[in-house]
C-alpha cells in the first residue's frame, strides 16, 4: 500500500526482475523492446483483473451450458506515442481483438510541458473500457493531457498503464483524474532537476528505438 489510493504497484518477482534488466543502461533496444512486451501483457493482465463477464451459451462435448466470456471490442488500448507502442504489443498479445487508438504526444524539454502532434481513436470511447499506456509518469503532464483529450472524446472508464511511476507525477495525475487507476510495475524516488525519473530507466522512446 501506499498513500495514493488509485495506485497500484504490481511487484511480482516477474516483472521486477524484467524491469531491473530494462534500468540496466547496458541493455540493448532489442532486448528493451521484448521485455517491455513482455511486461506489457503481465501489466495488462492486473489492469483487466475487473473487467466485466457476460454468458456465453456453448456446447462442451458433454453437455450445453452459459460459460463467462468478455467482450474484448469493448476494450481500447492507448498508445501515448511513442514509447506507449513498447507496452501496447504486450497489452494486444493479451487482447488480441482490443480495438487501438494512438495519441502523439512529446515533452518539450525546456518547459516538460507535453506537445500533441496526433490523436485518432475509434468511435464508442463512452461504452468502452480505454487503458491507456506509456512506460514513463514523470510530471504527469502527457498522462494528464492524454486523459483529458479521452474523456473530451468520451471515455468515461479509464485505466492507466505504466512502467515507472514517479510520486510528484502520481500525487498530480491522481489529483486531477481521481478516477482513474494507475497500475505500474515501480513507484521509484523522485524527479531530477530536468525532470527525469530517479533512478528511472533514462528517456524511454530512445531506449527502446535506440535514438539515443
Ligand atoms: C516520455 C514518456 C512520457 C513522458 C513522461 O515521452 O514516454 O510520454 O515523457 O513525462 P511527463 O510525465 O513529465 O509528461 P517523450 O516526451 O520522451 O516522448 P517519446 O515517447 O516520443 O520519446
Ligand atoms: N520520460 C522518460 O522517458 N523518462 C523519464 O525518466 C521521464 C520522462
Known sequence: ????PSLTIVDHPIIQHKLTILRDK???????????KEIGLLLGYEATRELPL?????????????????DEGRLCFVSILRAGNG?????????P?????????????????????????PAGL???VTIMTDPMLA?????????????????RTLIFVCLVAAPEGVAVFSARHPDIPIITAALDERLNAKGYIVPG????????????
Open 1 to 4: 500500500m501506499t498513500q495514493f
Open 26 to 36: 547496458t541493455t540493448p533496444s532489442a532486448t528493451f523492446r521484448q521485455l517491455l
Open 54 to 70: 457476460h454468458d456465453v451459451h456453448i456446447e462442451t462435448p458433454i453437455e450445453a451450458g452459459a460459460f463467462p466470456g468478455l
Open 87 to 95: 507496452l501496447l504489443e504486450g497489452l494486444l498479445d493479451l487482447a
Open 97 to 121: 481483438s482490443a480495438r487501438v487508438s494512438h495519441i502523439g504526444m512529446y515533452r518539450n524539454p525546456e518547459t516538460l510541458q507535453p506537445v500533441e502532434y496526433y490523436f485518432k481513436a
Open 126 to 128: 463512452g461504452g468502452a
Open 139 to 155: 510530471t504527469a503532464g502527457t498522462a494528464i493531457a492524454a486523459a483529458d483529450k479521452l474523456k473530451s472524446h468520451g471515455a
Open 201 to 212: 530507466l533514462g528517456d524511454a522512446g530512445d531506449r527502446i528505438y535506440g535514438t539515443v
